[in-house]
T-cell receptor, first 115, second 111 residues
Framework: DADVTQTPRNRITKTGKRIMLECSQTKGHDRMYWYRQDPGLGLRLIYYSFDVKDINKGEISDGYSVSRQAQAKFSLSLESAIPNQTALYFC??????????????FGPGTRLTVT | DAKTTQPPSMDCAEGRAANLPCNHSTISGNEYVYWYRQIHSQGPQYIIHGLKNNETNEMASLIITEDRKSSTLILPHATLRDTAVYYCIVRARFGNEKLTFGTGTRLTIIP
C-alpha cells in the first residue's frame, strides 16, 4: 500500500550494529504498529502506538525500541542486532474506527538480515 | 484470543469458488472473526470480518456457523491473483490491538 512506506526495503547488517527501520504514512491514522515475520510463520507484534505519547509493548519487544516522532512516523530500532533478528518487518497503521473493525493497513515490509 | 485452526494448503481452479475453512471452537461471545491475506511476502491485506451473521463485500463472503465454532471464507470467482496465504484471526473487537497471525492457509489458484 503506497500510503504506508518503509525504508529501507532491504538491509544487511552485522551482529552488534545499531539499525533503524523507518515507517511513514499518509493515511492520517493515529495508530501505528511494528510486526516481524519469520520464514514460514505468521506475524508477531513487536510494538504499537496509539499516538505520539502512547507507546505499548507487543508480544516480542525484547531487543527492540521504538520512537513515534510524529503522527505519521514510527521508527523501530535494534540497538545491537543479533542473527535471530533476521526477519521480514512490517509496519501497519489504523485508527480508532478501523481498529474497532480489526482493520490495519500494512506497508511493503523491510527484509533485514543480520550476519 | 481464541485459537484458530486452518488447513496448511489448498488448491482451487481458476474461475471457481475458493472455500477456505477455519475452526475456532473456543471463540467467546465478544470475539469477531477476521480474515487477512498475504501475497508473496507483501504486507497483509484486510479482507473481511464478522461476528455471527454472514458478511459480504467486494472481495469475499464470510459464512459463520450458527454455533460460531467455525467459519468459511469464500472467494466467489478465484483468479490467479488470489494466490496467497490466508489468515483467519479471532479477536475481541475493542480493547485489544493485537492481531495474532497464525500460519494460515496457502491457497494456490490453478490455471
Amino acid at each position: 500500500d503506497a500510503d504506508v512506506t518503509q525504508t529501507p526495503r532491504n538491509r544487511i547488517t552485522k551482529t552488534g550494529k545499531r539499525i533503524m527501520l523507518e515507517c511513514s504514512q499518509t493515511k492520517g491514522h493515529d495508530r501505528m504498529y511494528w510486526y516481524r515475520q519469520d520464514p514460514g510463520l505468521g506475524l508477531r507484534l513487536i510494538y504499537y502506538s496509539f499516538d505520539v505519547k502512547d507507546i505499548n509493548k507487543g508480544e516480542i519487544s525484547d531487543g527492540y525500541s521504538v520512537s513515534r516522532q510524529a503522527q505519521a512516523k514510527f521508527s523501530l530500532s535494534l540497538e545491537s542486532a543479533i542473527p535471530n533478528q533476521t526477519a521480514l518487518y512490517f509496519c501497519a497503521t489504523s485508527d480508532s474506527g478501523l481498529a474497532g473493525r480489526g482493520e490495519q493497513y500494512f506497508g511493503p515490509g523491510t527484509r533485514l538480515t543480520v550476519t | 484470543d481464541a485459537k484458530t485452526t486452518q488447513p496448511p494448503s489448498m488448491d482451487c481452479a481458476e474461475g471457481r469458488a475458493a472455500n477456505l475453512p477455519c475452526n475456532h471452537s473456543t471463540i467467546s461471545g465478544n470475539e469477531y472473526v477476521y480474515w487477512y491475506r498475504q501475497i508473496h511476502s507483501q504486507g497483509p491485506q484486510y479482507i473481511i470480518h464478522g461476528l455471527k451473521n454472514n458478511e459480504t463485500n467486494e472481495m469475499a463472503s464470510l459464512i459463520i456457523t450458527e454455533d460460531r465454532k467455525s467459519s468459511t471464507l469464500i472467494l466467489p470467482h478465484a483468479t490467479l491473483r488470489d494466490t496467497a496465504v490466508y489468515y483467519c484471526i479471532v479477536r475481541a473487537r475493542f480493547g485489544n490491538e493485537k492481531l495474532t497471525f497464525g500460519t494460515g492457509t496457502r491457497l494456490t489458484i490453478i490455471p
